[in-house]
């Protein structure tokens, strides 16, 4: 999505209703198990980040089809566009309509995470969250769905997403400079202490399953964030 400006901390606000409270997804126990747990057999919740074009829905949906047990994929981008008549098309730019649809549907998406997961289904979401935005980005996330939630970053190389977004078409194609400005800025997530995967040169099958070995890892040793 385009650049959103600096945002107050969200307080469930923004002119939709307050979703049940339900119970968040808890945060994981210090590790007794193996030191790489088998991920296919685990009840997860997974926030896939990236910027636009990086793969994410094509990467969350392919590896909640393969999964051993029940897992659903939830895509923001999806659950935004259920607005139709009214929606604020994020090429016109990020304003206060456009603010308030997005929360809307974070929260959205964060209120069926807990459902699934209350119902023993795992979930994988994914967003284009940005690393220097932690009220709306993943602060907003960990609230929605709870602290057991497991933040991982799709990263490729510009070159590859602007591949990707020049193939696509609607409101989900974006300039090259919108594409180029948003994966400068996700570089930030470097450092931040959560698991990276460039997914440059690999497909979607061996991505999933870097997908997998990143899920294990930060189930054995949770990333603080």
């Known amino acids: 999505m385009p650049l959103p400006p600096p945002a107050p901390f969200d307080g469930g606000t923004g002119g939709g209703i307050q979703l049940p409270a339900g119970t968040a997804v808890p945060a994981p126990p210090p590790a007794t198990a193996p030191l790489h747990p088998d991920v296919s057999h685990t009840g997860v919740a ?5 910027p636009a074009g990086a793969g994410k829905t094509t990467v969350a949906r392919y590896w909640a089809d393969r999964r051993p047990v029940p ?5 923001l981008d999806d659950v935004r566009e259920w607005v139709r008549a009214g929606f604020a098309d994020p090429r016109a730019g990020w ?18 995470a807990r459902n699934y997961l ?5 979930c994988i979401l994914d967003d284009a969250v940005f690393p220097d935005r932690p009220a709306v980005g993943l602060g907003g996330w960990k609230r929605h769905v709870g602290p057991g939630l497991i933040p991982i970053v799709l990263l490729p190389g ?3 997403v602007l591949e990707r977004n020049a193939a696509r078409s609607g409101t989900r ?3 090259d400079e919108e594409v180029a400005t948003i994966h ?10 959560l ?5 440059s040169r690999h497909d979607v099958a061996t991505t999933a399953r870097m997908l997998d070995e990143a899920v294990a890892r930060s189930l054995s040793s949770p990333p603080a964030w």
């Open 46 to 50: 997974v926030l896939l980040i990236g």
């Open 71 to 75: 897992t659903a994929s939830i895509s």
């Open 95 to 112: 304003d206060d309509r456009s603010e308030a649809q997005y929360r809307l549907a974070r929260r959205t998406c964060g209120f069926a």
């Open 118 to 122: 209350a119902n023993g289904i795992s």
């Open 158 to 160: 510009l070159d590859v």
């Open 173 to 175: 194609r974006l300039s």
């Open 184 to 193: 400068g800025r996700m570089a930030g997530w470097y450092g931040s202490g």
């Open 195 to 199: 698991p990276i995967i460039d997914n």
